[in-house]
């Protein structure tokens, strides 16, 4: 995407100038607008092209881990609670920190802030590394003076997303291996085992089973035009990149795989668990909830649930409650609106929101807990499948050879 250079005013007037990268110049206003900031000028700047950047993403190099944004947020926030100026917090965090990427972008927050801008401006220079929320809480620390306090709640919110994460990755652990453990006997066995009976096969000089035809028909493709199978599955998996890439089909993307059975449920209610922490934590900070829902819908990591939280702000806007809104774009259970409405009713809605974070996350524990039950049945039926496929197309060629060695 093409990055901008953008100069805009904060709430207390002070010039905050930055790069971000985003599709259009109106994408950029939206962002700066969404956390506090109201653009003056925004303009498009030529960005060196980078042929490796595609390949060390992929790798993960250069890449920030969650865990550093933890811990940087906590960090920060004992440094700031002990009366540490900003700068000898961050010259501090310098010393300390062992990823090279995040002490990179420290000294460049360090430098734009020895440039005079302020705090959430120099953070809105990474997007890749401080999301939207982030800066949005940082900014809301600055306004009120409670930047501390800004820093334990991300702090607080990141440790949640990170238990959240675990939790999921730990999860598809056991299926991804046996799904990749299966595909590698699969390999293994047309590229090995196959060729190694394909001459005794022959020696029957009877006309094979359809079965065993396939297997070694299959083999010999593995074996002959491996370089067209490994283009295959080079060429599909950034041919998935790009795809996901258009605003359009990440969004039906999105939305199709929280619908998909034993995990879209998983990830369904993660996100919400996501959702609503964030939206507790924008709330218990202060952010009115118009402001906060584009911020928070960002955060989720699922642009077709960021769509509907959008269609939930637009309906807060023409003056709908928050329950009624929450209950048009149908991603909430009725327990969840009448917790929603009650907050609302009773001007507690950051203590409710935070205790529906709570609900979705016992949720995903208990989808988590129940998941091997759900997955062993598919996985047996998958091996099952494999060990019939190759009983059927080794062993019956091998009783045919058994029945011509009889003596008749």
Known sequence: MPIFQYRGRNKKGDIVTGQSEGATPQKIADYLLGIGVVPVSITEVSAKVDPFAQLRAMSGANKIALLD????SRQM????????????????????TTSPSLAKILRKIRDDLSAGLDLSGAFSS????????FISMVQMGETTGNLADSFKAMGEF??????IVGRVKGALRYPSFVVIAITLAMFVINIKVIPAFEGMFKSLGKDLPLMTKILVATSHFFVDYWYLLAALIVGSIVGVRVALATPHLRIIWDQHKLALPVFGKLMLWSTLARFSRALAVTSRAGVPIVQALPIVGGAVGNMYVEARVKLMQSQIEQGNAIAKAAASINLFPPLVLQMLQIGEETGQLDE??????????????????????????????????????????????MWSLIDLAKPH
């Open 69 to 72: 944004v933890l811990f940087f």
């Open 77 to 96: 926030y004992t440094m700031l609670r002990a009366g540490v100026p900003i700068m000898q917090s961050l010259d501090g965090l310098l010393q300390t």
């Open 126 to 133: 990474h997007p890749e590394v401080f999301s939207r929320l």
């Open 158 to 163: 990141l440790e949640k997303e990170k238990e």
């Open 352 to 397: 409710l929101v935070s205790e529906v974070a709570d609900f979705y996350e016992r949720e995903v524990d208990y989808i988590i807990k129940n998941l091997s039950a759900a997955i062993e049945p598919i996985l047996i039926l998958l091996i099952g499948g494999m060990v019939l496929v190759l009983a059927l197309g080794i062993f019956m060629p």
